[in-house]
């Protein structure tokens, strides 16, 4: 090894500990800086009051509903808002499924909250409605719009959710049995059935599965028969089997 190769060798390891040094100088600035920020953040933050607070990701709950549950937050030390607290406020209305609650330092309260998404209506035994959620849990009835979807009628449910749950995945999908059916009857001994609206017919689709197949025929015998012969000239039509539609006509005729 020459000795021009030796001295770079220090040369090297002096650069190297310097680019350490350099480093090291940076990171500590930069803690000392988010120290001071962080300091500054906590006395800023507790000279800031609760100017407003902000409802996010409701739709069938109204905004003035839910700001009644936080009216004692105004003016409230933004120190003092306990996220948690008010969170289970709003988790305790039957129509709202999750909050969560975040302070700003310009004295916002922002609460987002996730609802339960109702996918029928249920009739009690003294007839009163409550609303049926996407999990199967019974709602107190209020009045609603959803554009997207229209509420059947469901009695009898028990113990029946998923049977519930598969024939209104199926109704979804239907392009004219959506917009007619609007109860739906469950029964034992798969006797569940159907009707819709200005008609008296049971339709009989039984709690054994295959729904879009059985609203499939629905529609063919709806467009075939019932337009020409008229809404209430039966009684009952089974969809059941498979590949036929069985009808008994009203014993008035």
């Known amino acids: 090894?020459?000795?021009?190769?030796?001295?770079?060798?220090?040369?090297?390891?002096?650069?190297?500990?310097?680019?350490?040094?350099?480093?090291?100088?940076?990171?500590?600035?930069?803690?000392?800086?988010?120290?001071?920020?962080?300091?500054?953040?906590?006395?800023?933050?507790?000279?800031?009051?609760v100017r407003q607070v902000v409802i996010e990701g409701n739709r069938l709950?109204?905004?003035d509903e839910l700001l009644r549950l936080v009216t004692d937050l105004e003016k409230t030390p933004l120190e003092d808002v306990q996220p948690g607290q008010i969170a289970?406020?709003?988790?305790?209305?039957?129509?709202?499924?999750?909050?969560?609650?975040?302070?700003?330092?310009?004295?916002?309260?922002?609460?987002?909250?996730g609802?339960?998404?109702?996918i029928a209506l249920l009739a009690g035994e003294d007839d009163r409605l409550r609303v049926l959620d996407s999990v199967g849990k019974s709602l107190p009835y209020r009045a609603f719009a959803l554009p997207e979807r229209r509420l059947v009628t469901?009695?009898?449910?028990?113990?029946?959710?998923?049977?519930?749950?598969?024939?209104?995945?199926?109704?979804?999908?239907?392009?004219?049995?959506r917009l007619m059916v609007t109860d739906v009857?469950?029964?034992?001994?798969?006797l569940t059935y159907f009707t819709v609206a200005g008609s008296r017919t049971r339709f009989i689709i039984g709690n054994d599965g295959e729904y879009k197949e059985k609203f499939e025929k629905f529609e063919i015998f709806w467009q075939k028969v019932?337009?020409?012969?008229?809404?209430?000239?039966?009684?009952?039509?089974?969809?059941?089997?498979?590949?036929?539609?069985f009808a008994r006509e009203e014993k008035s005729r």
């Open 226 to 245: 019932i337009a020409r012969e008229g809404m209430d000239r039966y009684a009952m039509v089974d969809l059941r089997f498979r590949e036929r539609v």
């Open 88 to 113: 289970r406020r709003f988790l305790a209305r039957p129509y709202i499924r999750t909050a969560d609650v975040a302070t700003e330092l310009d004295g916002t309260v922002r609460i987002t909250v």
């Open 61 to 63: 709950v109204p905004d």
């Open 1 to 49: 090894m020459s000795r021009g190769e030796k001295n770079d060798i220090p040369d090297t390891q002096e650069r190297a500990a310097s680019g350490q040094l350099f480093v090291a100088a940076v990171l500590f600035l930069l803690f000392v800086g988010l120290l001071v920020l962080g300091g500054v953040a906590a006395k800023w933050k507790k000279g800031v009051v």
């Open 185 to 190: 009857w469950l029964k034992a001994d798969n």
């Open 115 to 118: 609802e339960r998404e109702p």
């Open 154 to 177: 469901v009695h009898g449910l028990g113990e029946r959710f998923a049977v519930v749950r598969e024939f209104l995945l199926a109704l979804e999908d239907m392009q004219y049995a």
